[in-house]
Each structure stands twice: as C-alpha cells, then as structure tokens.
C-alpha cells in the first residue's frame, strides 16, 4: 500500500521546548535588578526549592481534572492533613529530630512522608466516594461539593487538633545554611528540594515506563476510547485521585516544616498557588505543572525580594501572561 | 472466536432525543455486514449502542450465546468487541507504539500479529515511535484499525474508514479490510462510500429514522438501482 | 404585582416565609430590641442584596466566579475610605461610592471579558486567583487601607448613634442615628434587590437564561452573548457594590475581615446555594438562614458542647464547641447541594406543589 508515502516523509516530531526555556528567562531578567550574585543564587534556590513543594501539592489536582473532568476545590484539606500527620510522628520522635544525624534526621522525615503518604492516600479514597463520586460530570455541584467538603475537612481538623497553630521545627542537621562564597543557602530548602525532585522523577518513570502510567495519559486524552479498549477507567480514577491526595500531603509536610508552623487555614491558601500552576502549566500536564510552579515560585521569591508588596500581583500577572500567549495553558492536553 | 451479533428491539435515548426506535439488526458470524444510510439515520449511534457508550433505553444486544446489552463499555471490549470510532480516537501524545500496546490487552504485542499488520499498513512500521498525533489522517485511521486488530476479537464495529481520506488511501483500505476477513473475523461497517461498501460487504442492512429498513445480502442490493436510490438517496453508479 | 416586577413567587409556604422575612426585617427595631438584634437585622439586608446580585451572575448567567467579594470589598473601601479622609459627609459617601462603581465596572468588564477568553473552569479558578491576590493587595497598602486593622471612620451626623430626631424614645423605640441607619440599609437593600428582580424578569433576564442552558444555540440564535454577559457581570458586581457601601455605612469600619476576607466569599455562595440558586428569593431566605447561623448557632453549640464535656466525651466537646458553627454549616451547605439542589426555595416549591 502505498498511503502514506505521498509525498512527504514524517517531519521529526517537534518537541515543544519553548515553555522549559520559560524560567531560564525569567532568571536571566531578575538577576540584573537583584544586583548581587549571592541574593540571587539564595533567591534562586529559595525559588526551586518552593516550586518543588507547589508541584507535588498541584500534581495530582491537574491529574485528576485531565483525567476525570474532576476540579477539586477540597485539596486544600489533604495539604493541611499532611502537614497535621507531620506533627504526630515528629512529636513522639522528637529525639530524631533533635539528633544532629542526618541519617535519623532523614529517617524521620521518610517517616513522616510514608504516614502522610498512607494517611491522605485513605483520606483521599473517602472523599473520592463520598463528596466526588454523586458529582461526576456537573462542574457547578463538584466545585460547590468539594468547596463544602474542604470547609467541613478544615474544620474538623481544628476539632480534632485544636484551633491554634502548632509549631514544627525541622530536624537539627536539617538547620541552617550551606554557604557558598557569598551566598547562603538553607538546608532545609536543598532537602525539599530533592524530594521534589525524587517525586517528579519518580512520577514521570511512573507514567512514561508502566502500563498503568500508559493507561493515565491515554485517559487524559480520551477516556471515553480508553474505556472502549476495555479497561475501567474509573477504578483507575480512584487510584490517580488518592495518588493525588498522598503526593498533596507529602507536600503539606515539606511545607509545614519549611514554614515551621501547621494550621489548617494553609491547604486553602496553597490552593490558590496550586491552581496558578496548573492553569499556567495546562490541565493535565504532569510536565507542565512542574515548568509552571517553577516559574510561579521564582516570580514569587524574586519580586518578593524587588517589590514585596507586589509579590502575589506578580504571579498573577504571570498567569494572564500566560493564558494570553497560550489560552489553555504552556502544555494543554487533550480535547478539553 | 467470532460470533453472531443480534439486536432485539433496541431504543436508544439521547437526552431527550429518541434516536434508535427499534432495531433489529443482526450481522452473522465470520461474515462482514455494512450498515448505511443517510446522514443522522443513526447508524454511529447504533456503533455506540453495541459497544456499550450509549446506553439503551430498551431491547437486548447478544453476541454469540452472550447479552451485551447494559454492560459497561469496558466489559463489552473485554468481551471480544473491537471498537473503531468515527474520530479514530488515537492518542495524540502518545506514540504509534504506545496506541497499540494499549490494545494488546492480553500482554506484550504478537511480533507475527504486527508483521501481519506491516504487511497492509508498512507506514505504521516507518512511525513506529512517533507521536500519533503528528499523522496525517489517513495514518491515524490506520493506527485505529490497527488497534482493532493487534489482538485477535470476536466482532469488530467500524464507524466511518474512509471518510474524509484520498481515493488512493481508499484503495489501500479496502485491501486492509479484505485482508481481516480473510482471517474471519465478524465485522459490521458504517460506511457512506458505496464503493467500499459493495467490495468489501458480504450483507447489507440500512437505516433510516433510527430503524432498519432494508436488511438483506450485498450482492442483490448491489444489483437493485433502484432500491439504492430510493433509500441512499443517491444513485450510485456514477460515483466513485 | 408590579413592584415584583413579575410573578411572585409560587408556592404558599415560599410566599408567606419571605413575606414574613421581609416583615421581620422592616419591623427589627420594635421585634427585637437589642444591638445584637438589629446588627444581626442589618447584616441579613446586606448579605439578602449581596447574594441576589451574585445569583444574578451565578443562577441566572451561569457564571461560576469567586470575584464577587472584590466588589463588596471595592464597595466598603469606597465609602469607607471616602468618609474617612474626606470627613463625615454625604458628598464624601457619594464621592465614595461613585469612585467604587467606577472601580467596579471595570473590574467588571474585565472579567466580563476573561469569561469569554478562557473556558469555563479556567474563568472559576482565575477569579479565584485574582480575589486572593486582591484581598492581599488591600492589606499591603497599608498605608491607603489601613493595612489588617482596617480604618474606623465617622458617618454623617444623621447616621451617627448619638443623634436624636425626637427628644426622646417614641413608641418604646429610640429614634436615633442607629435607627436610621438601619433603616437606610434596609429601604436601599429593599430597592435594589426590587431593581434586580426588574433585571431577571426582563427580556434580558430571560436572554441570560438562555445563553446559561445552551451558548451555541443561543448564539445561533442571534444573541450576542458578549453583550450580555458582560452587562450582567456589570449589574451583579454594581450590586455587590452597593451592598459593600452599605455594610461599611452600618459598621463605621472596613477592614479586610469584613470586606474582602475569603469567609465572605464563601458565605456568599451558602446564601444562594442553601437559599436556591436562579431564583433571587433564595437570596433572601439564604441570608436569613446564614447570618442567624452565624450569630446564634454559637449559643445553641456551646450549649451541646458544655454537655459534651460533662457526660465525658471529648470529641463530641471538640465537636460542638461554638467555633465550629461552620463546621456544621458547612455539612448542611454539602448536604443542600446533594439533596436539594433547588435550595430552600427549591424545596418550599415542590412541598406546595404537592400539596393542592
């Protein structure tokens, strides 16, 4: 059969770097205002370190709506849980985290992420059966569903653990700062950083190397045609939203002890952040959440340094930036 | 392996749109039965109905010994359904690769199943690793086909395959689905080119207003001008 | 009826309780002697116009935003900055107020005009963004806004607490610059919820309807949805703004608790939600029930939760406690959104209708 050999043999798939060059340049603008190199190695590393912590709270909200139609507005309550499962485990093991050893030290924050992975994955399952599952397919009731349930959930969790905000302070070798030259680096944001890291490696082998990962992207697309090749995409909904669900409260937990304090109140405020990136990164671009919450971190911590006052304006200057140049996002996916 | 299908009664609801008012239809096994009729007479929505995306209203679908009816989309294709949408539905992202290995639900892909393949569609061999969103149309369409067929099914819908495609690439098509008879499969076709559909049909049923109206073998109606006309609304032989 | 501007609302039960609402309301000062009363009385004239104006945007248009608080709060700073830096007088309420429904309608326009840019979810979240960031930007500029602490102003001299129309108390009920106040919040409230009620029913009202069931068909069909729902962005956030006004007039503070802070947001979604959405009544009975919530649900709380903690259970104490009326507010808010989609309203209606 001769078809396809009209005429022309297959351009080389074009990949579509531009948005990955997005926050080099973005660096290359600021570093001239921010003047002194090691403002801006800190600020920099300030920046990466808090993006990494907004992607693995965003990951799974753009997941779950690339693959479901699914907008979460209660995610909120699995950052704030995280962060409240952070404090039982750092509380009884307060001599770890006293320690000077980064092993122990390391140890228990493992420790932390697997109970708040474990805790918010089966959060995650009760909330996809009760608040999301009588909703599918109505926008308006799952937002206003899951706002209900975020309120409920944030409430609880001052019934449960008191209104006040708690403090968690972070492991003892975990303090202070790396000094390069000038430049002061914090410890802290070096290991949050690496974790994001490990997380976005690790979930990007997930959907790129297994069959379950295959099945994800191709729900993305077309879930409709995925269901037609006879797999249930539902049932591999529940799994993608309590994924989501552990991945926000891992980053509850890197962010409570980046802040140092837990209080429910935070799931609603990196809510914000959250949906930021994933409005600029594209709903359910895995790749694209991270560029975006990259960019968004470094505006954040370089107009902070600039403009304080500003710094939220920015960001959101970003985001109409963005949906200008690109309506649907850097990497939009799918037909949605 | 392949199998009889047979709808009793079949309503189908859309909304508020009644659009399948009753269809019997059944396509015999190891045989090809195309399906035509005018534009909106129902045939994609009967597709849907049998593979389990719309849901229906009232009557019962069997494949072989088996109702199908009311089962989950998913279940139906676990049931031996092969599916090739309208759209084609491939995945963009993903590669040509990927697409198929989707299909082969069984494991990894038959290496003497995708040589099979590369024999009527060698362009699917050359775009092995690219993203299936960069094909030309008549690409994707064989990328769909293709996934219909990585694994041997009992009974397989095609909605539309030569819509929109170059007569040159129509050619090639009919040799492909000449080819999957061969190895005997049950397949019921949509097709608007009458072309195609007296080349490759072995039956014929049409519809019209959401019923059959017609159902009989493919070389009388081949044969029977007059009835074309009258219920393609088109008259045939000076086209294609 | 023409002040109805259309048909009352049906049902007998529907019909008497707002009836009634609307009495309670009018008549606060006699009913309810008290601050407290008539502070509660207030804020329900408020959050009744400021959910109406969102069910506009939301019920009637189809317009998911999470903006509409920036207009409340435009609205407060508005006047409240006005008769703070200009001094206790109408003009400077007036100037205020002008100033706000300027701001307004063009933060209206713009996302107005966003909702047409970007698909539906995208237009939710970024209103979202926009009115966080909004309400971060007031608290920054501290030295405009007065920063957390929010400024305490004057209001004119008619309005102010010392002020007496009669010598003394007529009727039992004190004639003062509260009273009028209140009456100011409650008549304009009245008017400008009457005036929306006028917008729905109108042939745009109707339009704004069609356009929410069915864009496509309705473009088809002539309608230049651009238009439309830009002017209703426009109306509703006018309203918002007036209610913003209002509520910084009866307060005599604004601050960004009680102008922008994201509570009101949702507070104003549980008022159209558990009132009934795309009905403008719901608004009013939603208002009722909310801000009654919020004022004496605490009581009835503490109550259960001082038993909690004598018969020994202390999560039910935790439970109860007074400061998680939300908590229980927010169940009943989920609970309305699954079973009773229609809202108060919604439900008043099928009982009458099942009853001849």
Known sequence: MTASDFGAALPRPKRDLLPIFAPLIVAAIAAPFIGSASSFVTLTAAGVAMGMMIFTMASGLTLAFGMMDVLNFGHGAFISLGAYVATLVFTPLASWAQADSWPL??????????????????????????????????????????????????????????????????????????????????????????????????????????????????????????????????RLFVGVFMAGAALAGIGGVLWALYRQQV?????????????????????????????????????????????????????????????????????????? | MTARLALDGVHTHIGRYHILQGVDFDAPAGATTMLLGRNGAGKTTCLRTIMGLWRPSRGRIALGDSAISGL??????????????????????????????????????????????????????????????????????????????????????????????????????????????????????????????????????????????????????????ALQARLLGLSLDGRQ | MMILSGPPPRGRTLQTLIVVVTLALALAPLLFPGAKPLNVAAKVCVYALLGASYDLLLGYAGMVSFAHVMFFGVGSYGVGLALYGLGPSWGAAALGLAAALGVSTVLALAIGLLSLRVQAIFFTMVTLAVSYAFGVLASQLDWLTGGEDG????????????????????????????????????????????????????????????????PLRAEALGYRIVFHRTLATCLAAAGATAAGALNAVWLRYVGPDTALAGSIQIAILVVVVIGGMGTLYGAVLGAAVFVVAQNYLQALLGALSAG????????????????????????????????????????LRSKDEATP
Not at chain 1, 115 to 136: D, H, K, S, T
Not at chain 1, 276 to 305: K, P, R
Request: proline share 5%.
């Open chain 2, 72 to 225: 989950r989309a998913s279940a139906i294709a676990r049931a031996g359904v092969a599916y090739v949408p309208e759209t084609m539905a491939v995945f963009a992202d993903l590669t040509v690769r990927e697409n198929l290995l989707l299909a082969a639900r069984e494991g990894p892909l038959d290496e003497a199943r995708l040589q099979w393949i590369f024999g009527f569609f060698p362009t699917l061999k050359r775009f092995w690793l690219s993203r299936a969103g960069s094909l030309s149309g008549g690409q994707k369409q064989m990328v769909s086909i293709a996934r219909a067929i990585v694994e041997p099914r009992r009974l397989l819908l095609i909605d539309e395959p030569t819509k929109g495609l170059a007569p040159a690439i129509v050619g090639g098509l009919i040799d492909c689905l000449k080819e999957i008879k061969r190895i005997g499969a049950t397949l019921v076709v949509v097709e608007q080119n009458f072309r195609v559909a007296r080349e490759v049909g072995d039956w014929v049923r049409v519809m019209d207003n959401g019923r059959i109206v017609h159902a009989g073998p493919m070389a009388e109606f081949a044969e029977d001008a």
């Open chain 1, 105 to 234: 030290n390391l140890a228990l924050l493992a420790l932390a992420l697997a109970a708040a992975v474990v805790v918010c994955g089966l959060f995650g399952l009760v909330f996809e059966r009760l608040v999301i599952v009588p909703v599918y397919g109505q926008h308006l009731k799952q937002i206003l569903a899951t706002i209900g349930g975020s309120i409920v959930a944030e409430q609880l969790l001052y019934a449960l653990f008191g209104p006040d905000v708690i403090a968690l302070a972070p492991p003892a070798s975990f303090r202070g700062s790396f000094v390069i030259g000038d430049a002061a680096i914090e410890k802290y944001r070096v290991v949050a950083t690496l974790v994001g890291l490990v997380v976005f490696v690790g979930l990007t082998l997930a959907l790129n190397r297994t069959r379950i990962g295959l099945l994800i992207r191709a729900g993305v697309q077309d879930r409709e045609m995925v269901e037609a090749l006879g797999y249930r995409i539902d």
């Open chain 3, 308 to 347: 909690a903690a004598d018969a020994g259970l202390p999560l039910l104490t935790g439970l109860f406690h007074p400061d998680r009326w939300l908590l229980w507010l927010g169940l009943l808010f989920v609970l309305a959104v699954y079973f009773a989609p229609a809202g108060l309203v919604g439900a």
């Open chain 1, 263 to 336: 209080h429910a109140s935070m799931g609603g405020e990196l809510l914000v952040l959250c949906f930021i990136v994933i409005i600029i990164g594209g709903l359910g671009s895995v790749g694209g959440c991270f560029i975006g919450a990259i960019l968004m971190a470094l505006i954040d911590n370089y107009a902070g340094f600039l403009a304080p006052k500003l710094a939220l304006v920015a960001n959101i200057l970003l985001m109409v930036a963005i949906l200008l140049w690109r309506p649907r996002g850097l990497y939009p996916v799918g037909g949605r």
């Open chain 3, 151 to 214: 400024r305490s102003f004057r209001v004119p001299e008619v309005l102010q607490p010392g002020f007496r129309l009669f010598g003394g108390p007529l009727f039992g009920v004190a004639f003062n610059g509260r009273l009028i106040s209140y009456y100011l919040v409650f008549f304009v409230s009245l008017a400008l919820f009457l005036a929306l009620l006028r917008v729905v029913n109108s042939p745009f009202g109707r339009v704004l309807e069609a356009i929410r069931e069915n």
